[in-house]
């Protein structure tokens, strides 16, 4: 199940400072609000990603810390076979610990196209950074109670999608479905935003469900059950010996 | 005086001498053509025989080159240089720098028609639909174009034209990917000398087909400099070499051999770069050296058999001879000599018809194209090779056996007694 | 019969005639029954020491697995089926596998390796892994000190990865159930060389296949494969298609060698074309041969015929005499010629011819040119032999039948 996915599903961890209404009208503005909305300058969250594949289906719950765009840490909650499994991802390069067998292993660059823990999401996107604004055209529709946004790339962007759009909902200025298209035109993925909580203060959507068109019998969907935001992380969160830590 | 009558005896007898001589091969030549039939198939035999078997050669001879040229040409070349050490893990680390001065010392060396540079390493292709792992490789369009068949197989779209950007698959991981022309693929590498990983976009510019499967599933191709730049690297991985002359690759006491293999580089021909062909090589012509024995002696034992019979059919004519006064001696030559007319006619018509057969076949070709052939493809039809020392041996020893296997029949012959040979059984 | 006395009569009246006749056409049959024995057996030695090496006659698979394998597609109640299998007198080895492409982590580099798990002694009673130790001990079920399943690891592998008998190897996979599949094996053995087939695989035993890609819940004995070992390679499309029958409707494909090693397989048909020509071209020449000294005895006969039709033999009684004798002719040479050839051709199957220099392909060793025994070997050239006797003495049996005596007796 490798896919290769533009937009960040684990930028969705880093969440913008605040949240404010914005009735600017602007499209590029509008995406700058979307971009940013999955920025922040640290985040604590715990998840539950549930899996679904025609041969199996496995709900893992993580904890994730997070740092600006570069570092990102992961730990395995449950289930217990995989309790302890970590990976750490420092800039563009990623580990992965295996508390079974008690080794550190580097992820190389042939896996980084493979699937994170079986799921529909790459170890490529844990990695790449994408800025949308700066890599598409965007321009805006007025559409009943949303807009929609449509992403065209620009000339020297590396990516496979031929087009990407997002329905935002006018009033809370959420995402509620993001789309991505092949060079045909035809929807190869979709991403469902839903049920809007509020994490210590921030409004956002707290399930967000992966969709591959292409393929009958493949979802995965993300939880967030608890968030925090621009906390203090310390030094050591970091680091390959936190990979190791008892916790 | 005695004069004129020894004289006159001297040359009656010496007349008498050439006329026999001349006599005899009349004799043989006339007695060849009054039994027309029994001489037809006779020399129909034994041209048709000669005829098979170099066919035969000419055949294996062209399937072999035809095996040696698919492997070589189609992309391996003839000879590679790689830098000491590149081909056991293929490690992209380990390139050819200083690249301009080589290809200059290339360019001196007379045996080496063309060369062709390429970067190659393992990637990830990904489209909107699939993620597949493939070998990229970064080549000169043209150079390349003059060492291996990647412009011919193309099946779709066009050739590589040295524009960033462009990118051409083979067709089965164009379906794999689910992309056609114009789709978008970008690839992943990582970056030499380091790992970082390299990411570039591509339009599908062009399909090919070579016809084999690892090949259209597991290649594409991109530009040389973006190759290089993707890598980030100034040299390459290897040099194709396509020779003048095939065995060319097989002759090591060439200059270049010696040149070219230093302690950077190292300079392989085919043979020793795919051993495996080499091996099988040697199995064929191994198994056709027993069937080229057997099929010989099948021919001498036609050949000899059709010479005794006709011979031995002819006892009574033989009887007659004798009975009117040829001598023994005489009407063994006899018989020796129309068996070297015999062996003359059909040798020569046998290399004619060979001769037009296997031209033809060297022409034409024949065509084997749906079927692999140890692991390669043939698409190409198999040439027959004409080889004169092939032609001049065959025809020599055909002649040869003819005129031996004559000795022991006329031997007979001569030593007829005329009454039993005359009694004519029914 | 008085024909068949005649025919034989004749036949023994002109020996010098008849002998030569049998010579040529006995010749022929020998020499063909000689190529044919060759070809043949090296064809049959080529594929018996390739299937051997690890894909065995017969394979066993779920449904589409052998055009596109995937984790998910096993055999279920395995066990079940390979006791049945073993039942059968045509068996001599099933071996059952556990296929997981992997990560292959040694000291400080990581490589892709296609892991198998494997049933040690069956699989060295049906492929000649064991023999391709080249370090080490062959593989057993036994855990290490430390607590390690032992595995076996390719020459390739292994030269990549920098490690050695007794060194740990990571393997990194999914499992069946999705999870990360990891664990750490000690080396025992390394199989193989550069460019042997096994040189990127590692092989562990199956019950540690099962641990490590979590297959032990659920259905207990399911593997991807079945690779079979039958008496001859001959058999196995037979065999294959009747144990696809005995097992109906279930979703196993059953496969001969020829469909799963099918470019090797196509290699080799292209090759016994190319010998096909050659083969042509020698039937061809002993046709030839055939005609030439069958045409030639009857047309000298002719007067001797005259004589027959003068004193009142029916035409038709001519035609059948001289039928008759060619084909007694060549029922003889036949015999003989199989007198000749088969100790030949025994000795060729058992023996060979040894080549000057033995022929490496691929790991496998061949030192000899094997001759083979079979019924295609003796037929062939007897049906060739016989039928081209029999078609050439047709015209000039007609020709004799018709002729007028007068003419007949005038001829020379």
């Not at chain 2, 040829?326 to 000599?337: G, P, V």
């Not at chain 3, 069956?122 to 390690?148: D, H, P, V």
């Amino acid at each position: 199940m490798l896919k290769l996915l533009l937009s960040t599903f684990f930028s969705l961890c880093l969440l913008s400072l605040s949240f404010s209404v914005f009735a600017d009208d602007d499209a590029a503005a509008l995406l700058v609000k979307m971009d940013e909305l999955f920025r922040s300058k640290s985040s604590v969250a715990t998840m539950k990603m549930q899996i679904i594949t025609p041969n199996w289906q496995r709900t893992l719950e993580m904890q994730s810390w997070t740092r600006g765009m570069d570092d990102t840490f992961i730990r395995v909650l449950s289930p217990r076979k995989d309790r302890g499994v970590a990976t750490l991802k420092i800039d563009k390069e990623m580990w992965n610990y295996f508390p079974k067998i008690n080794k550190v292993i580097k992820v190389p660059p042939s896996m980084m196209m493979g699937s994170w823990m079986g799921s529909d999401f790459t170890n490529d996107d844990l990695v790449r950074e994408v800025s949308l604004v700066k890599e598409y055209e965007v321009s805006k529709k007025v559409e009943g109670d949303n807009y929609r946004l449509t992403l065209i790339p620009k000339e020297n962007t590396v990516t496979v999608w031929g087009k990407i759009e997002f329905i935002v909902n006018q009033q809370t200025l959420l995402p509620i479905e993001q789309s991505y298209f092949n060079e045909k035109g035809v929807k190869v993925r979709s991403m469902e935003f839903s049920d809007i909580r509020d994490f210590n203060g921030k409004k956002m959507p707290a399930i967000m469900t992966m969709i591959p068109l292409n393929k009958t019998g493949h979802k995965t969907v993300i939880e967030y059950v608890e968030a925090e935001f621009d906390i203090e992380l310390g030094d050591n969160v970091f680091t390959l010996r936190n990979l190791q830590k008892r916790f | 005086m005695m004069n004129n009558q020894t004289l006159l005896t001297i040359t009656n007898k010496q007349n008498t001498h050439r006329n026999n001589t001349g006599l005899v091969s009349r004799l043989a030549k006339r007695s060849i053509f009054r039994n027309t039939r029994r001489t037809l198939l006779t020399v129909l035999l034994i041209s048709c025989s000669l005829t098979a078997i170099l066919f035969t050669d000419a055949f294996v001879r062209g399937m072999v080159n035809t095996m040696v040229k698919i492997s070589t040409q189609t992309f391996l070349g003839e000879g590679q240089i790689h830098q000491k050490g590149f081909r056991e893990a293929n490690d992209i680390d380990l390139y050819i720098k200083d690249t301009p001065r080589l290809y200059q010392q290339l360019d001196t060396v007379s045996e080496i028609q063309a060369y062709a540079p390429r970067v190659l390493a393992g990637a990830m292709t990904s489209s909107s639909e699939n993620v597949a792992s493939a070998i990229i490789y970064g080549v000169d369009a043209n150079k390349e174009a003059s060492v291996s068949k990647l412009k011919l197989a193309m099946t779709q779209g066009d050739y590589l034209s040295g524009v960033d950007g462009e990118i051409i698959l083979g067709e089965q991981l164009a379906d794999l990917l689910e992309i056609s022309l114009g789709d978008r693929l970008v690839v992943t590498v990582s970056e030499a000398h380091g790992g970082d990983l390299s990411q570039a976009l591509f339009r599908v510019s062009g399909l090919f087909s070579f016809n084999e499967r690892t090949m259209d599933i597991g290649m594409a191709f991109i530009n040389l400099s973006q190759g290089q730049t993707l890598l980030n690297i100034t040299g390459v991985h290897e040099i194709a070499l396509r020779l003048q002359e095939l065995n060319q690759a097989d002759d090591k006491t060439l200059a270049f051999w010696t040149v070219l293999n230093t302690e950077q580089l190292e300079t392989l021909s085919w043979q020793e770069l795919v051993p495996q062909l080499s091996s099988m090589l040697a199995m064929t012509e191994y198994s056709t050296l027993i069937v080229s024995v057997i099929m010989y002696l099948l021919v001498c034992l036609g050949l000899i058999n059709t010479m005794f019979m006709s011979i031995f059919e002819r006892q009574t004519e033989f009887g007659i001879l004798l009975a009117i006064g040829t001598r023994s001696k005489q009407l063994f030559y006899q018989i020796m000599l129309e068996g070297l007319f015999i062996g003359l006619l059909s040798v020569v018509l046998g290399l004619l018809l060979a001769l037009v057969l296997c031209y033809w076949g060297s022409i034409v070709g024949i065509d084997y194209s749906e079927l692999e052939m140890s692991g390669l493809t043939l698409n190409e039809p198999i040439y027959l090779v004409l080889d004169v020392s092939s032609f001049a041996l065959m025809g020599l020893a055909t002649l040869a056996i003819t005129l031996i296997s004559c000795i022991y029949p006329a031997l007979h012959a001569a030593r007829l007694q005329p009454s039993s040979a005359m009694r004519k059984t029914l | 019969m008085l024909i068949l006395k005649l025919a034989f009569r004749n036949i023994l009246r002109n020996r010098r005639r008849s002998l030569l006749t049998l010579l040529s056409m006995g010749g022929g049959f020998f020499l063909l029954c000689l190529t044919l024995s060759m070809s043949e057996g090296s064809y049959s030695n080529i594929i018996n020491i390739f299937t051997q090496d690890h894909t065995g006659h017969v394979q066993i698979h779920r449904g589409n697995y052998l055009e596109r394998p995937s984790l998910y597609k096993t055999i279920p109640h395995a066990n079940k089926l390979i006791s049945k299998l073993e039942q059968q007198e045509d068996v001599i080895g099933v071996a059952p596998r556990i296929y997981g492409p992997s990560l292959a982590y040694g000291k400080n580099k990581t490589f892709p390796a296609q892991v198998i798990g494997i049933d040690p002694q069956r699989e060295a009673q049906t492929t000649r892994l064991e023999n391709k130790i080249k370090t080490g001990r062959y593989l057993t079920n036994q855990r290490s000190n430390e607590g390690y399943f032992p595995a076996m690891i390719g020459f390739s592998l292994a030269k990549n990865l920098q490690l050695n008998i007794g060194d740990e190897l990571v393997l990194i996979s999914q499992g069946i159930d999705g999870s990360i599949a990891n664990d750490i094996f000690e080396i025992t053995a390394i199989v193989g060389d550069a460019s042997s087939y096994e040189r990127m695989n590692v092989y562990i035993g199956l019950s540690a296949m099962r641990e490590f890609l979590s297959m032990q819940v659920g259905e207990k004995s399911q593997v991807h494969e079945l690779a079979i070992i039958l008496a001859s390679q001959n058999q196995a499309r037979g065999f294959a298609l009747k144990t696809q029958q005995q097992l109906g409707n279930s979703d196993l494909s059953v496969q001969p060698w020829q469909v799963v090693e099918s470019s090797f397989y196509n290699s080799m048909q292209a090759d016994k074309k190319g010998s096909y020509v050659s083969m042509g071209i020698i039937i061809f020449i002993v046709s030839i041969g055939v005609l030439n000294t069958i045409l030639m005895g009857t047309l000298e006969r002719t007067r001797e015929f005259g004589v027959l039709k003068a004193i009142g033999t029916r035409p038709l009684a001519v035609f059948n005499l001289i039928m008759l004798e060619s084909f007694v002719l060549a029922i003889v040479s036949c015999i003989i010629g199989l007198v000749l050839a088969l100790p030949v051709c025994i000795w060729l199957a058992s023996s060979g011819i040894p080549m000057p220099e033995p022929i490496d392909m691929g790991g496998i060793i061949f030192d000899t040119m094997l001759g083979e025994v079979s019924w295609f070997v003796v037929l062939l050239p007897s049906i060739v032999v016989i039928s081209s006797t029999l078609l050439v003495s047709f015209i000039p049996a007609i020709r004799a039948a018709k002729i007028s005596p007068l003419k007949a007796l005038q001829a020379v």
